[in-house]
């Protein structure tokens, strides 16, 4: 018998083929009256159908929430953003919201938000989100981002040495007019134990060329006139997102935030976002095997790092382990 997850790709694999009709089921799980019109392009008459299709999968989008995360703030915000998804097929709503539960980030519009894109729903994070997976990794303090307006003072000398190297002076009490136009976005991490990361600095032109370059959705929005991709109706938001991928690469990163990066790359595809999302059991062997490297380091373990074994699953019983996942996804 099949997972549900398989179910969910096998049939959004069928409709997002390029980017052509979405599905109209989840092979022999059929969706209640009401969404199954809303694939179809039709509004249901009341919310109702939306609540049943919800408790449906509820038990399994509940075992893919990490603990720390609250059930009913998640609901509630899925519950929220349904209205919105009426014209997307009931398969791909499905997967994003398995794979906001698989990352753990509330599509509430702080860090994640769950938008149709036509008949395909995907899931986006936010710059947001990307600093909550930092700050889980453990190794991160804290994480600054910032713009750097017309008016403000401020410098950035790589060769100096830290702090001096980067120092912004920010005004917020002047008025928007006499600030000027942001200028520059940064972004850089403290760590645990002392430290910060490399200094990353875009300007407009760096951000702009990131948009054309890498971003399916605002080039969908050009080409159809609509103009309502977040490059067009959030541009600082996601000009401050750019700096903040471009900081994974000088922080610790967990495989959650490696994922997150080619699951959002995805989702600009049309392509399915949940087989790029992080497995909870890999998820917690990985952490197991950080955690025994750690340790290892504290002790001055004489062993490599990389002779560091996994733990075993099923109690330490050996068997077939499963084929790595395929990570495509484009670097920025």
Known sequence: MTSLKDRVKAATDRGTSGRGPALDDVQHERTPDGIEEAAAGHEPDTSEGELSWLRRYEEHVTEALPGHVETDAFFA?????????????????????????RFGLVPDGKVAVIRGDGAQAAFIPTYRGY?????????????HVG?????????FEPSAPYPLDFTHK????????????????????????GGRSQVVILNREDAEEIRDEYSDAYRRAEET???DSFWHTHFLDMWI????????????????????????????????????????????????????????????DPARPGSVALPLKDGGRRGRSKPKKQRGGRRR
């Open 147 to 155: 713009l750097v307006h017309a008016a403000e003072e401020w410098s």
């Open 170 to 193: 920010a005004r917020p009490d002047l008025p928007k007019a006499r600030r000027g136009e942001p200028i520059l976005a940064y972004a850089f991490a403290r760590m645990k134990g």
């Open 241 to 300: 997102k750019s700096a903040i991928r471009r900081l994974e690469k000088y922080v610790p990163t967990s495989a959650a935030l490696r994922a997150l990066g080619d699951v959002e790359d995805a989702g600009e595809a049309g392509q399915v976002q949940i087989t790029h999302a992080p497995d909870p059991e890999d998820a917690a062997l990985v952490a197991d095997a950080e955690r025994a490297h750690r340790a290892a380091e504290a002790t001055q």
């Open 225 to 227: 006139g609509h103009r």
């Open 131 to 143: 600093i909550e997976l930092m700050h889980r990794s453990g190794r991160v303090e804290s994480v």
């Open 77 to 101: 915000a899925v519950r929220a953003v349904m209205p919105t998804l009426k014209r997307c097929s009931p398969a791909s709503t499905l997967q994003a919201i398995l794979t906001a539960a």
